[in-house]
């Protein structure tokens, strides 16, 4: 069975910065391309970060530059640094494959307000 649990969000500051971590169990996660999603309020969820298993990323316009995802095969883990918080970004942040399992995160939600 896929677990994946998010954690690491929390209130923020614009400019401010939040470092989120997602702990799996159930997959072969050495050589599982891994994502980062996000939904906001009355929006679908969208894919912002991707990490292959050799550590080749990939990142939506609209991150690029500011989040960061990291992965670390001996602890099962992908991680999402964001930097540079805009309001927008304001979400509830899932991890899941590059191909999502049919199982979600309970996700971790990121509030950027002043």
């Known amino acids: 069975q896929v677990q994946l649990v998010e954690s690491g969000g929390g209130l923020v500051q614009p400019g401010g910065s939040l470092r989120l971590s997602c702990a799996t169990s159930g997959i072969i996660f050495s050589i599982s391309a891994m994502g980062w999603y996000r939904q906001a309020p009355g929006k679908e969820r969208e894919l912002v970060a991707t990490?292959?298993?050799?550590?080749?990323?990939n990142y939506a316009d609209s991150v690029k530059g500011r989040f960061t995802i990291s992965r670390d095969n001996a602890k099962k883990s992908v991680d999402l640094q964001m930097n540079s918080l805009k309001f927008e970004d304001t979400a509830v942040y899932y991890c899941?494959?590059?191909?999502?399992?049919?199982?979600w995160g309970q996700g971790t939600q990121v509030t950027v307000s002043s």
């Open positions: 990490i292959t298993s050799r550590g080749i990323t």
């Open positions: 899941n494959g590059n191909t999502p399992y049919s199982d």
